[in-house]
């Protein structure tokens, strides 16, 4: 079975995390080669809207311990926009690697305890004049945010407000 299989059967949160073999930037390789990121990876991170956890600190989850060593990041975690609305409290840590040349990776994500109430919609909103005005306004605002649904997160937060 392929991921993208798996993608397309599961409409709950989940999170897929381990080798992945690949980078997303030139930035995450560092060695004696060149080695480029691959368009289809990026396809396959957009066609699901994952988001990838990020690693605060670790730069590269892989090496080959040798003298002049190559590194990479090829250990990541990604969750779907679903985990992230349900789970919005994520940290992932990379561990030491006492055998592998790969550093295991921990993930810990909890539930809000006594946040904020979820976003709801309120059907006499669309009665209100400015309705579509704002919400325009809303949509189309710029949010600094790499993820695709913590942008979501943080425009429907701003319309809650």
Not at 110 to 133: A, C, V, Y
Request: net charge negative; proline share 8%.
């Amino acid at each position: 079975m392929e991921l993208n299989d798996i993608g397309n059967l599961i409409d709950e949160p989940w999170c897929i995390a381990g080798d992945f073999n690949e980078i997303l930037y030139p930035s995450e390789r560092r060695g004696l080669s060149t080695f480029l990121p691959q368009q289809n990876f990026h396809e396959w991170i957009s066609e699901f809207s994952l988001c990838d956890l990020p690693l605060p600190n670790l730069h590269f989850t892989w090496s080959n311990f040798r003298e002049n060593a190559s590194c990479s990041k090829f250990d990541r975690c990604f969750v779907n926009p679903e985990w992230m609305l349900k789970l919005p409290k994520n940290n992932l840590t990379g561990l030491s690697r006492p055998v592998s040349d790969h550093c295991p990776l921990l993930v810990n994500s909890s539930l809000p305890i006594g946040g904020p109430t979820p976003f709801r919609f309120e059907n006499m909103w669309l009665h209100h004049k400015d309705f579509k005005q704002n919400i325009s306004n809303w949509w189309t605002e710029n949010v600094p945010s790499r993820w695709a649904a913590n942008k979501i997160h943080l425009k429907l937060r701003s319309i809650k407000e």
